[in-house]
């Protein structure tokens, strides 16, 4: 018969007791975990993680692309308020210079450089023809609009 020997470094013992050797009972206590499973594990981990960091930072880039919008319409609104604060002074100040052409002295003053007098006091009345008078207890005045056809031959065929 021919023996076989053991591979170097491993000795073997010949007991008959039965009871496993050592190294043999630590490899058994050692569980083994399929490889699938651990990178399942972590897969799902690691996807998890890549989500929530994916959805930070949209989370901050929508922030910064809102607030730089916003900063963009206030600046538009800032412009528009000085605008109008600007067209407001020109208005105010057309307004004073209208009021000021239109006060009696200053009318009174171009009428004066351009000839025409003051008109003497009491006022004159123009009597036409075939107008109605007023009455001069009821404070009314003629209506010259219903009498047209009685009073436009006496005014004149001259249109200005």
Do not use: C
């Amino acid at each position: 018969m021919t023996t076989v020997a053991a591979p170097p470094g491993r000795v073997r013992r010949t007991s008959t007791s039965a009871r496993p050797p050592a190294r043999v009972r630590a490899r058994s206590r050692a569980r083994v975990v399929p490889t699938t499973r651990r990178a399942g594990r972590v897969g799902r981990v690691g996807r998890v993680g890549t989500l929530l960091a994916l959805f930070t930072v949209f989370a901050l880039v929508s922030a910064v692309v809102f607030h730089v919008v916003l900063a963009q319409h206030q600046l538009e609104l800032d412009r528009l308020n000085t605008r109008i604060a600007q067209e407001q002074r020109v208005y105010e100040q057309r307004r004073l210079t209208t009021s000021l052409l239109a006060s009696p002295q200053r009318i009174i003053q171009e009428a004066e450089r351009l000839g025409l007098v003051v008109p003497p006091e009491p006022a004159q009345y123009l009597y036409v023809d075939g107008a109605p008078m007023p009455s001069l207890g009821d404070g009314a005045t003629a209506d010259t609009l219903t009498d047209w056809t009685n009073a436009k031959p006496n005014l004149g065929n001259a249109q200005p």
